[in-house]
């Protein structure tokens, strides 16, 4: 088997000039500072680099994560990130290099280990199919093409409604002050306890801002002074994500955010980024998923259906592996 070397990284350039040319769309989630937020959260993340020779091979940034067992897993948030150029004997020396130093940093209460890579893995290094913790599939749009070629690539309902709330008076700016974070968290506390969703901490939110820095912006709809609209972009690489969005109910009429994801669309297209990433449909064929409303949304907006290679598992301690899934089962998760 080839041979692997397997150590830390501080190298942060030299990471994210990595996962910028092995992934597409490119993945924020992996990046060198998504890492440094997850730092500033209170998460004890290890970064991981494969090398064959001098070759770097692969990047894993890992994140513990609590369950409400008392017990831990760790996460390779869309990750690890191989190099899509190996052939399949390298890339099983890849992951077999990986685990070996995983399982000597991990702590006795890890009950396994969760990974989403931008490869799928051989199917014979000791990885179950497992529920991933990020969309398994998105929607993504041509930042090459001009402006009018997008809006006519709309469903023609779309365009429709960025013009309507265009004339209600409906402006879209960005922003990351600390006025900018408090909207945003109102407008996400409204939707969420309107849609009945689940939402993270308000210092979540701000730790994110401060951060990512300059790769984040949050994007606020306004009528008149009102904030009725909001969406955080992150930026990395050649891709814009829309991330998370809120909207307040009361002003459903104006429409606002269809104009606001089209001025996000444009700000992307003027900082030089090719993919917008819409961040997550629901799967195809489940007209009865919690995300399908989003999902037409979405739709309307054109692009393209983007799969990934799925989620799977690494399991330390199967005992506590079963309990684990019969838990989020119980919890409808």
């Known amino acids: 088997m080839t ?11 030299g990471w994210d000039d990595f ?32 090398l064959m020779g001098s070759r770097r091979c692969a990047v894993a940034l890992l994140v513990p994560h609590t369950t409400r067992l008392g017990k831990s897993f760790i996460l390779a948030p869309r990750g690890p ?88 008076g409906v402006t879209v700016g960005f922003g990351t ?15 969420a306890k309107r849609q009945k969703i689940g939402v993270w901490p308000d210092q979540y939110y701000r730790t994110m801002v401060s951060s990512l820095g300059d790769s984040i912006t949050i994007a606020l709809a306004r009528l008149h002074t009102k904030p009725i609209a909001a969406a955080i972009l992150i930026r990395f690489g050649s891709t814009m994500t829309y991330l998370h969005g809120a909207s307040a109910g009361a002003f459903h009429e104006h429409m606002a955010p269809h104009l606001l994801q089209w001025e996000s669309i444009c700000r992307a297209k003027e900082q030089g980024c090719s993919v917008y990433d819409f961040y ?43 309990a684990y899934r019969i838990a989020k089962r119980a919890a409808g998760r």
Not at 3 to 13: H, K, L
Not at 293 to 316: C, E, W
Request: charged share 30%.
């Open 19 to 50: 996962v910028r040319h092995a992934t597409s769309p490119n993945e924020f989630l992996h990046s060198w500072q998504w890492g440094e937020f997850q730092r500033a959260a209170g998460k004890m993340i290890l970064r991981l680099e494969v």
């Open 81 to 168: 990130i191989i190099d899509p150029k190996l052939d399949e004997d390298e890339r099983e020396a890849v992951w077999h290099a990986l685990f070996e130093t995983i399982e000597k940093n991990r702590t006795a209460d890890t009950i396994f280990l969760k990974v989403e890579p931008n490869v799928a893995p051989p199917g014979d290094v000791g990885l179950v199919e497992g529920t991933g913790m990020h969309p398994e599939q998105t929607l993504l749009l041509n930042l090459q093409k001009t402006e009018e070629e997008l809006l006519s690539s709309m469903h023609h309902k779309t365009r429709y409604n960025i013009r309507l709330s265009e004339r209600h």
């Open 3 to 13: 041979s692997c070397e397997v150590r830390e990284v501080t190298d942060a350039r």
């Open 280 to 322: 997550g449909i629901a799967p195809e064929h489940e007209e009865e998923h919690k995300w399908s409303g989003i999902t037409r949304f979405k739709m309307g907006f054109g692009g393209q259906v983007h799969k990934y290679a799925g989620a799977f598992n690494l399991v330390y301690q199967r005992g506590w592996y079963l």
């Open 177 to 191: 002050s600390n006025e900018d974070v408090t909207e945003f968290i109102a407008l996400m506390r409204e939707t």
